[in-house]
């Protein structure tokens, strides 16, 4: 059996304009260029560009929207970053970082000496199947524009985003795409490869304008703002999934944790290998979304995976011993590196649940520089019988304390097993 | 005094001369009888020292007024005496008095003088004389065998057959063989016996033990939910089983003290297991993205503790979350 592997999600910058019928592509790109600029984070010590994106007009006077991802050198590491815009005409100038949205992958910044008319954002999402022109700089080669369709809202995903069919590529990220009268309906954000792309709502864009103040924002006011927002989003993610019972599968004997809610995406499979005398049941489920903070650093994430392993061939001690080689590797993991999170510390004990006995083993790790958020890893084997054997993992990204105690507890708590020849 | 017949005289030995190598051992004893005895590089010397250093009349032992004296013949690099090292002219013996001339040194002994106690040589009799006999290289073989094809047969989930079981344990047996061989060279060259026998039963026990007990404290270990001991009892498991293997092949391959024996044994065990444990353990603090997990797993019916509520278990885990924010602390 192969494994499902995560949705791959790769960041881009686009730029785009919209048409309607009696308004051919060409026109939308040449009402609309001078709104779009190019995005360039500069390492002061190379004095040359580490990033580039796109971003765009809107708001007040000089105020560029663009992705968070695309400046999070400079939000992490202002005394080593700068960024500068570079329009499609040649003009070039600096940026000022006035505040971000983390959550949704957004930031405004104010650019020196160049304020074209801003462009608009649209109150309301187009009709599903409208044509829509996404704008940006790919690949650093240009000012590019992309004509595609809208297909709604994302149904499972767990950070609302707009399904854009249509190919944003690397570079384009923080660009706008345009309805047929030039409204933002969304900033290109990330894709899935063959046209299927992803945008950030025109709302959250709207709202982090709106909050926007006309003045540069401090290192420590950043950093404040940023985990505010993250504790934030993980308070309302726990918050929706505590409040209802855990829907649970069944896999041979025991009951599970299935889909927590619909962002989370499950996949499941089996095997019987032979001449490996295991047998293996897989039932894996994961948001399909993160939210980035640095290269290495994805948060607000949920992660969990049930392998239900059975023999009929080997001995108890030797089938356990497969069960302890098996749950030394993480199954599921966090990037992470040491100037971003801590080390994991991890304790292991007998669990009782439901007349079941589980070893539990759980870690956590801190952030560093977000106070208050962890990762945690909790991997469990139940201890029932000797032919037979659940072990299942829960991964939690970026939340609090308190809250990974709750859902880790839930985890376990919505397990249970009963003997399938009783 | 000892009677001794010197170049056919029947006299009395008053004392012993020792000749001593650059590592401290005995390369030469020379009884003295008390009257006149010359040192030198010359052929005509009681006592010929092959040192450049050394004059051809370097110096002489001698007694005056029933004083045992040494005395320096005016040599070139000086004779010197006691711990201290100090430039003799003429000096009275005792019992131990280091003399060193040139490069070379010597120690007088009186002949009343004491000797250490008699070694008990325990590879003859007691626990250790065992290993010699051939019925324990047979258990110890098949001690070894077993240990090794459990461990194969644990570490492989798949159908269990003898080509792959018997590839599996090659490399370990032969680094049992080169081992056993390491030790009866050594064995060979320090006491002229190469004890091969013995060596490869103390290997193959050693083999055994260690699989053994590693087994039994992990089902201990596991039985009574102490995970957490995991890496330092392995860590003292391993070092404690390792020194007392390379202790019973030195008391076969040495002549050392056993005090000195246990001493070497210990500090090569950790040399050879405790390093690399202690390394692993101080790579575990080192910085991964991944969570360093060990959990001991063994069939239901071997655990003993109680298991904790979730709620408990959760409580206790706060632990975690404390440790974690002072890692944060700069």
């Not at chain 2, 000797?115 to 004389?129: H, I, M, N, Y």
Request: aromatic share 10%; net charge negative; charged share 20%.
């Amino acid at each position: 059996m192969m494994r499902f592997p995560p949705l791959m999600l790769f960041f881009l910058c686009p730029c785009l304009q919209a048409q309607t019928e009696g308004v051919d592509t060409p026109e939308v790109y040449d009402h609309w260029r001078n709104r779009v600029v190019q995005i360039q984070v500069i390492d002061q010590q190379a004095q040359t560009k580490a990033a580039t994106g796109s971003g765009f007009f809107v708001g007040k006077p000089g105020w560029v929207l663009t992705n968070y991802h695309v400046i999070a050198g400079l939000a992490n590491q202002p005394g080593q970053y700068r960024a500068r815009y570079l329009s499609d005409n040649g003009q070039s100038g600096s940026l000022e970082l006035l505040s971000v949205d983390a959550v949704h992958d957004l930031a405004v910044l104010r650019a020196e000496n160049l304020a074209p008319s801003p462009l608009y954002l649209a109150a309301q999402a187009p009709p599903r199947g409208s044509r829509l022109y996404s704008m940006g700089y790919p690949y650093d080669i240009g000012l590019s524009i992309v004509e595609g369709t809208y297909n709604g809202m994302l149904e499972k995903s767990l950070y609302e985003k707009l399904h854009f069919t249509g190919s944003i590529n690397p570079g384009m990220s923080g660009g706008p795409t345009l309805d047929h009268s030039g409204e933002v309906v969304g900033v290109n954000v990330s894709t899935a490869g063959n046209q299927v792309s992803f945008l950030v709502p025109a709302q959250f864009a709207a709202a982090l304008i709106n909050s926007t103040r006309d003045q540069p924002v401090g290192e420590g006011e950043l950093n404040r703002s940023v985990t505010a927002q993250l504790l934030q989003n993980q308070e309302e993610i726990s918050s929706r999934l505590l409040s209802v019972d855990i829907p649970t599968t069944q896999l041979n004997g025991y009951r599970v944790p299935a889909a927590l809610a619909p962002y989370i995406s499950c996949w499941g499979d089996s095997e019987e290998d032979q001449p490996n005398e295991l047998a293996r049941v897989y039932y894996d489920c994961q948001t399909q979304d993160d939210i980035f903070l640095a290269d290495t650093l994805y948060t607000g994430v949920i992660r969990y995976q049930h392998d239900l392993l059975s023999t009929d061939q080997l001995h108890p001690l030797r089938f356990y011993r497969q069960l302890e080689e098996q749950s030394s590797y993480p199954q599921l993991h966090l990037e992470g590196e040491e100037k971003t999170v801590t080390n994991y510390r991890c304790h292991s004990d007998f669990v009782d649940h439901s007349e079941v006995t589980y070893k539990v083993s759980f870690c956590i790790r801190r952030y560093r520089e977000f106070a208050g958020l962890y990762d945690s890893y909790l991997t469990l084997t139940s201890l029932v019988r000797n032919d037979e054997a659940l072990q299942s993992t829960l991964v939690l990204g970026g939340f609090s304390w308190v809250n990974i105690k709750k859902l880790s507890a839930r985890f376990i708590e919505a397990m249970s097993w009963s003997d399938p020849g009783s | 005094m000892t009677e001794s017949r010197v170049q056919g005289v029947h006299s009395v030995v008053v004392g012993v001369i020792e000749m001593l190598n650059r590592s401290g051992q005995v390369t030469q004893r020379e009884p003295w009888n008390g009257s006149m005895l010359r040192v030198g590089r010359a052929y005509d010397n009681d006592i010929i020292i092959n040192d450049p250093y050394v004059c051809p009349h370097h110096l002489e032992l001698l007694t005056e007024s029933g004083c045992m004296l040494v005395r320096d013949l005016g040599s070139v690099n000086g004779t010197y005496a006691g711990k201290k090292r100090k430039p003799v002219a003429t000096m009275a013996l005792q019992d131990g008095t280091m003399i060193q001339v040139g490069h070379s040194q010597l120690r007088f002994h009186l002949a009343s003088g004491e000797v250490a106690a008699t070694w008990k040589d325990t590879t003859r009799q007691g626990l250790l004389s065992w290993l010699g006999k051939p019925w324990i290289l047979l258990l110890a073989s098949l001690v070894a065998l077993v240990a090794l094809a459990a461990d194969a047969a644990l570490d492989n989930p798949e159908q269990l057959q003898l080509l792959t079981m018997s590839s599996d344990m090659l490399y370990p047996l032969i680094a049992v063989l080169i081992w056993a061989g390491f030790w009866a060279l050594l064995n060979r060259v320090l006491t002229h016996q190469a004890n091969f026998p013995v060596h490869l039963a103390i290997a193959c026990l050693g083999v055994g033990v260690l699989f053994f007990v590693a087994q039994l404290v992990s089902m201990v270990i596991f039985a009574l939910g102490l995970d957490d001991w995991l890496p330092w009892l392995r860590l003292f498991g391993r070092v404690a089983i390792l020194t007392v293997v390379i202790y019973a092949h030195l008391r076969y391959a040495t002549v050392v003290s056993m005090s000195h024996q246990f001493v070497i044994a210990a500090l090569a065990a950790v040399v050879m297991f405790g390093t690399p444990e202690i390394g692993s353990v101080i790579e575990r603090n080192e910085f991964s993205s991944l969570p360093y997990l060990e959990p001991l797993l063994r069939p239901p019916g071997y655990r003993l503790a109680r298991g904790e509520t979730v709620d408990d278990f959760f409580e206790q885990a706060q632990l975690l979350r404390e440790k974690a924010d002072r890692d944060v602390r700069p």
